[in-house]
């Protein structure tokens, strides 16, 4: 089985400051980790994906995650946020295979100018 | 590509009647998921089909919910009769081999306000 912990509901970051979004996940294999973007009244948009592959991930709109084993952790970093970065964001497992995503609770960003 | 179409966007209806939902994944994809997101439960696993036979449907909370893929480019998810608590954004997902199944894509999704 699979879960993913997001540490923090809410993370508030000013104009140009590092983004840090915490992501831990479990699974009792190797997981596939994803972190994916919700703007308002819109659908999920996939920001990046670890497929076991290179452990450095980077993304759409600048946005980068490591996975870390040792620490089961998968954090999304931006090194300078932009107020159109404002959004839900939420991180995502699954197993091998073509299995469902599960998905942590949602940080929401608010980037102040 | 039109990516995943969900129908309606908005619903509004009153507690008791019947609601249906619509999907049509991306073409070329044989795997179609539907996830609802609350407040409290944030997003959630309700069904998913793999070459339109349904897989898991451990998610669908109740018997008044059900979900059906009659061919490979349509889903509908029905909830009869339908409840206040039942208020939600219900997004349907595919994906596919094309992709090694790496990559679930969403749709708009559908809100839902029962009455």
């Known amino acids: 089985a699979q879960s993913v912990t997001q540490l923090g509901s809410h993370v508030s970051v000013s104009e140009g400051a590092l983004v840090l979004l915490r992501c831990n996940y479990s699974?009792?294999?190797?997981?596939?980790l994803f972190w994916y973007v919700q703007y308002p009244n819109q659908g999920l948009q996939l920001l990046l994906k670890?497929?076991?592959?290179?452990?450095l991930v980077k993304g759409i709109n600048g946005f980068e995650a490591e996975f870390k084993k040792s620490e089961t952790s998968f954090h999304l970093t931006k090194p300078s946020a932009h107020m159109s970065d404002a959004a839900e964001y939420f991180c995502?497992?699954?197993?091998?295979?073509?299995?469902?995503?599960?998905f942590g609770k949602g940080t929401r960003l608010s980037v102040i100018a | 590509d039109a990516g995943v179409i969900q129908s309606p966007r908005h619903e509004v209806t009153e507690m008791g009647q019947e609601v249906t939902l619509r999907c049509k994944p991306i073409s070329g994809h044989n795997s179609l998921f539907w996830y609802r997101q609350t407040m409290m439960r944030g997003l959630e696993l309700l069904i998913y089909?793999?070459?339109?036979?349904?897989?898991?449907d451990s998610g669908m909370p109740e018997d008044r919910f059900s979900a059906k893929m009659p061919n490979a480019s349509f889903s509908t998810l029905k909830i009869q009769p339908s409840e206040p608590r039942d208020s939600a954004v219900y997004f349907c997902?595919?994906?596919?081999?094309?992709?090694?199944?790496?990559?679930?894509?969403f749709g708009p999704g559908t809100r839902l306000t029962v009455l």
């Open positions: 670890y497929t076991s592959a290179a452990t």
């Open positions: 089909f793999n070459n339109n036979v349904p897989i898991d």
């Open positions: 995502a497992v699954r197993g091998s295979g073509n299995t469902p995503l599960v």
């Open positions: 699974s009792s294999v190797p997981p596939y």
């Open positions: 997902a595919s994906s596919g081999v094309i992709s090694g199944y790496n990559e679930q894509f």
